[in-house]
């Protein structure tokens, strides 16, 4: 059971989601949380104030985190003795984090290094809370530090986990704690190197840390508890009229969540595909509306699409290359300038002389351009938004790339691309045009 930052968010948060575990007591439940919502943030902004030299501000920052845990203490953990016992133990993180940050501030030290260790006192703070909370109800908690089971490379900022060691270690202290009758809680999002140093999964990581543990421990289920009835028709921020989505299957769960459906992060479908471990979206607000669940199944939807996702903030390179033309060997060229400098690409066309690619705003840096201009003409443009229309049914089902672009008429688009899965088309557009977008295949779709 992975509650995100929404769900744990306050005191009356906390309760709710102990309600919750405790409802599922007896299916012997192991709870991953994220931090409080927006803590991530504030927590990155205090580690670069610290390592601009600001102590000052970065430990004012720590000081109103400190404010609203000991806040949602107060709420959630009711006996004496274990509020004073969980104050202790919250005293102490802050305290390591204030040392830290200190250093921080004395080495003038940046970098995703400094920040994964700052970073993952969020999650740190909640476990405890939430571990010290279930048992103030009744409810046996105890918190396993992830740092002990998630052991991952050294890519901070997105580290990439040993799956081999991650299964021997939750066996070891999450498995072995459900059996002496416990509930393990652990923090989402946050691993270490072999050697004990913090890193972090990606923004979002906490999904991805339940997918692994579940897989790891072949659960019968991850639920994926957060702030809207499960995965819906788009973007509820975005749609109002977006409607929640009763069943899904693994390949449209995971094309959503590349796209930009954050509900669910990215990575979390793969590790549970191949065991058909079924993974619930679910209300922490409303628990006992039914959610999303998300299986392999290709589900028997009246709608022929599912949902519509989109991703802002997105560059496109041209690549036009004359000498492409009937060369070979020349898109292995372009991809290994791509791995050399570590950068994803999600989009991508072709025509006989020209490529054009997409990826996050921000990851086409200079050495990356010099690197493609060897191989022909480079123009980049900023500031675009991917959307993408999913469903199953787009598989067999004709006519319906006709209502996309009849839907889209009025927008210039400027890549297409169909994945070989064939359950998504997708788009590059302006991004000043993306709501427009969503907003009209919305209605074209689920109106
Ligand atoms: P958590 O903190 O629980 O992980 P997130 O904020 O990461 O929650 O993800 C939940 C949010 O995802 C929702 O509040 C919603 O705005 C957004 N979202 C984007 N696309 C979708 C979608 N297709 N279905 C449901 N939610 C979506
Ligand atoms: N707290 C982390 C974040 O904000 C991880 C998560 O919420 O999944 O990115
Ligand atoms: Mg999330």
Redesign the pocket.
């Given at each position: 059971m992975?509650?995100?930052?929404?769900?744990v968010?306050d005191g009356p948060a906390m309760l709710r989601a102990t309600e919750i575990i405790g409802s599922r007591r007896e299916r012997r439940p192991i709870v991953v949380v994220?931090a409080m919502?927006g803590v991530t943030d504030r927590l990155l902004d205090s580690a670069r104030l610290a390592g601009e030299g600001d102590l000052h501000s970065a430990l004012a920052v720590v000081r109103e985190l400190r404010e609203r845990h000991e806040a949602a203490i107060t709420q959630v953990v009711f006996r004496p003795e274990l509020r004073s016992q969980t104050d202790e133990v919250i005293g102490t993180h802050f305290a390591g984090l204030e040392l830290m940050l200190e250093a921080l501030a004395l080495l003038r030290e940046t970098g995703a290094k400094a920040e994964d260790a700052v970073v993952s006192h969020g999650e740190l703070w909640t476990a405890e809370i939430m571990a010290h909370a279930l048992e103030s109800h009744d409810i046996p908690g105890t918190w396993v530090d992830a740092r002990q089971v998630v052991i991952t490379d050294g890519t901070f900022g997105r580290a990439v986990p040993d799956r081999r060691m991650l299964a021997e270690r939750a066996h070891a202290y999450l498995d072995a704690a459900v059996r002496k009758g416990q509930v393990p809680v652990t923090q989402g999002f946050v691993g270490a190197t072999l050697r004990g140093t913090p890193t972090t999964l990606g923004r979002?990581g906490?999904?991805f840390t339940a997918a692994l543990l579940g897989a790891a421990l072949k659960v019968e289920e991850v639920e994926?508890?957060?702030?809207?009835?499960?995965?819906?028709?788009?973007?509820?921020?975005?749609i109002p009229s977006?409607r929640?989505?009763p069943e899904a299957s693994y390949d449209e769960a995971a094309e959503?969540a590349f796209f930009?459906?954050?509900?669910?992060?990215p990575a979390t479908i793969l590790p549970l595909v191949e065991l058909g471990i079924p993974v619930w979206?679910k209300n922490?607000l409303r628990p006992d509306a039914q959610g999303?669940r998300v299986t392999s199944q290709t589900p028997r939807a009246a709608h022929t699409v599912k949902?519509?996702?989109?991703k802002r903030g997105v560059t496109i390179i041209n690549l036009r290359a004359p000498r492409m033309l009937g060369a070979h060997g020349f898109l292995k060229a372009m991809f290994e300038i791509f791995e050399r400098h570590g950068i994803a690409v999600d989009v991508v066309t072709t025509s006989e002389v020209s490529v054009s690619v997409s990826l996050e705003n921000g990851s086409a840096e200079a050495g990356l351009l010099a690197d493609l201009e060897t191989l022909g003409e480079v123009t980049l443009v900023r500031d675009r938004a991917i959307v993408c229309v999913v469903g199953e049914g787009l598989r067999e089902t004709p006519g319906i790339p006709a209502r996309i672009f009849k839907a889209l008429s009025s927008v210039p688009i400027e890549m297409i691309s169909q994945g070989a899965s064939k359950i998504n088309l997708t788009f590059v557009i302006q991004d000043a045009h993306a709501v427009e977008a969503v907003t009209r295949l919305h209605e074209e779709f689920f109106a």
């Open positions: 992975k509650f995100g930052g929404t769900s968010g994220s919502s979002g906490s999904d994926i508890w957060t702030d809207v009835d499960g995965l819906m028709t788009a973007d509820p921020r975005v977006a929640s989505l959503l930009g459906a954050k509900v669910l992060h979206i922490s999303t949902s519509i996702a989109w």
